[in-house]
């Protein structure tokens, strides 16, 4: 709040700035990251507020965005209501997650034909304040999958070069990892194969690790379905170990079924899995699912199948499924800003919600007489007077609005009419006592 005061120009009118914006908090994706472990050790990021406005008319300055870097395939979810609020998969793509508060105008926004020096100026717009969770999702073009021990960490060994913990048994793998497959030597075609953790029965409702190895197949263009085929050392049936995955995969998320599938034969140098491939030819035969006969130990038929995986992104590529059609909603500022609710939330209290009147009840200064008289023309001409006479308000309760309490009432009324509802309020709450007791 200022007013120009010069040697010829002793009345010049108000001056007042407005206050600066204050800082976004933004997520950017950087790719040389690889993990959210920073996180673990500092979970708390604040923008730094706008400027204050001051006088001759110069406004605040605004608060640089402060930046919260990331790895590929972040996802962030509102912690509270779990609601995912973005999917970070792009270098340098970034989404605002807290958003910084706009700064109070100065008192020269005030001034009218009849009031042409307000003594008002607003505070600044609270910024948002919310926790996030961050999930880390693995991005891969191809998904192995298949039951503990089944050969996926062999498969990745034979078709790339990483160097996943091999050993005969179940769970080695505890942690997807990720080879990347070239085909035709340099300048060929590249693609990234992950291999997820084995999935058990009950994997969708989070047995085991479920979720935690589940959540990295969404991201795949493609799944391979790794079997033995001879059915391990339990002397297991592949088919129903097939139809095991499957279910789980399709409890999960129903979307994955419909994506690309390759079933692998695996360990197929072993005896009893020549004994079971007839059958397992017939059966995904039926399905009309492409299988491919390997022993991921020796390497044979392995490059046969990387081929073919090449081809079928390549396809999914020159065919990529069409975005879904965007919702459009509507919402004019009578349904969103302007909408208030009042409640009684007390003997003497009541409480108003809604988007405008708590955003006007944060800025304003309620030091300052000419604020307090504009805030109450806001309640009159907003309709809250009306709704809080309808409920019957008396002078002395009091109205909560975004934490601010308000005593009701004129203010030659308001003493003895509070004492006196005091008294009441007392008398009542000791009755309440004496019939408890």
Partial sequence: MSFRREKFAPKGGPDGGDGGRGGDVRFRVKSNLTSLLAFKFASHFKAKNGQPGTGRNCHGKTAKTFFVDVPPGTVIY????????????????????????????????????????????????????????????????????????????????????????????????????????ELGGMGGQTYVMADVPGLIEGAAEGSGLGHEFLRHIKRTKMLVHVLDASGGLE???????????????????????ERPMIVVLNKIDIPEAKDNLVRLRKHMKKLKLPIFEVSAATGEGVQPLLNEIGS???????????????????????????????????????????????????????????????????????????????????????????????????????????????TARERYLNRKSREAD
Avoid: C
């Avoid at 002397?235 to 079924?257: A, K, Q």
């Fill in 78 to 181: 509102h912690d509270e209501t779990g609601e995912m609020l973005a999917d970070l998969v792009e270098p340098n793509q970034e989404y605002v997650v807290a958003k910084g508060g706009r700064g109070g105008l100065g008192n020269q926004h005030f001034k009218t034909s009849v009031r042409q020096t307000p003594r008002i100026a607003e505070n600044g717009e609270p910024g948002r304040e919310l926790w996030v969770r961050l999930e880390l999702r693995i991005i891969a073009d191809v998904g192995l999958v298949g039951l503990p021990n089944a050969g996926k960490s062999t498969t990745l060994a034979a078709s790339s070069a990483a160097k996943p913990k091999i050993a005969d048994y179940p769970f080695t793998t505890l942690q997807p990892n990720l080879g990347v497959v």
């Fill in 235 to 257: 002397g297991r049936d592949p088919i129903v170990d097939f139809e095991t995955i499957n279910n789980e995969l399709g409890e999960y998320d129903p979307e994955l079924m």
């Fill in 312 to 422: 079928v992104l390549r396809e999914i590529a020159a065919n990529p499924p069409a975005d879904p059609e965007p919702e459009i909603r509507v919402i004019t500022l009578d349904d969103d800003e302007k909408a208030f609710y009042v409640k009684r939330t007390g003997i003497n209290q009541f409480t108003v919600t809604g988007k405008m009147i708590e955003r006007t009840t944060r800025m304003t200064n309620f030091d300052q007489i000419d604020s307090s008289a504009r805030f109450q023309k806001i309640l009159a001409s907003s309709g809250i007077n009306k709704e809080l006479a309808r409920l019957e308000i008396e002078t002395g309760d009091s109205v909560v609005i975004a934490d601010q309490e308000l005593i009701w009432g004129e203010l030659e009324d308001l003493e003895p009419k509070t004492n006196a509802r005091r």
